[in-house]
């Protein structure tokens, strides 16, 4: 079974600082997928990123960047130069089979809230 | 034009009340879902749709009923909730399955 790790519950930082939320996945398929998502106070779950697990290749958008290592099963995210605006629960996932049939599913870590103080 | 639509937003019932969670998407997707997120509870997949077919989870009370007419609508209907329902309901679609899932903003059910 699949399985997403969000060790960090909390993280509270200035504005400007840097700070990376971790994600460990545990996964048999070979083929999978790896997400990120925000969610902010107003709930709703933005789509942030997708990764095949066939490209290990580091991303950079903006502020956000992605640290993909298949060695350690680890897709973390790091924000640079932090603001008030990153406030949220971010959201790791990872793409897994549904209740034994050939259907797909997101398996969702628990999240890792960040606070960032003015 | 938001890309995923719910109605309502926000929902009281009381325990004996029969209402019904209304999702709509306008990407083209192909597969749609109904997610829980409780308080300091991981997110709940409750049910998938795949080409209108159903994924069935027993494992969800049938108080919960789903209905997705063709694909790009979705409904959950809603009948004898209990109080420990009460949660965020997120509905999702993406292109196809295992893909990345576009969320509704959810609907916010209190059940008294």
């Known amino acids: ?118 | 034009e938001t890309g995923v639509t719910q109605t309502p937003r926000h929902l009281v019932m009381g325990m004996t009340n029969k209402k019904s969670l209304k999702c709509e998407q306008h990407l083209g997707h192909n597969a749609m879902y109904w997610y829980k997120q409780s308080a300091k509870k991981p997110l709940e997949l409750m049910f998938v749709y795949s080409l209108e077919e159903r994924v069935e989870n027993n494992s969800v009370p049938s108080r919960f009923s789903p209905e997705c007419p063709n694909s790009s609508h979705l409904f959950l209907h809603l009948h004898t909730l209990q109080p420990e329902d009460s949660a965020l309901y997120l509905c999702a679609s993406s292109p196809k399955q295992g893909y990345e899932q576009y969320f509704g903003p959810g609907t916010r059910l209190t059940v008294t």
């Open chain 1, 1 to 118: 079974a699949q399985k997403v790790t969000q060790a960090q519950t909390e993280i509270s930082v200035v504005e400007k600082e840097d700070v990376t939320l971790d994600c460990v996945y545990e996964t048999r398929d070979t083929t999978y997928y790896l997400f990120w998502y925000k969610q902010p106070p107003s709930g709703e779950l933005v789509f942030l990123i997708r990764r095949n697990s066939f490209d290990e290749q580091n991303e950079i958008s903006g502020r956000y960047s992605w640290n993909f290592q298949k060695s350690t099963s680890s897709f973390n995210f790091t924000i640079t130069a932090s603001q008030v605006v990153d406030s949220a629960v971010y959201f790791c996932a990872l793409s897994g089979s549904y209740l034994n049939t050939g259907f797909q599913k997101l398996v969702f870590g628990s999240g890792t809230r960040l606070l960032v103080s003015p």
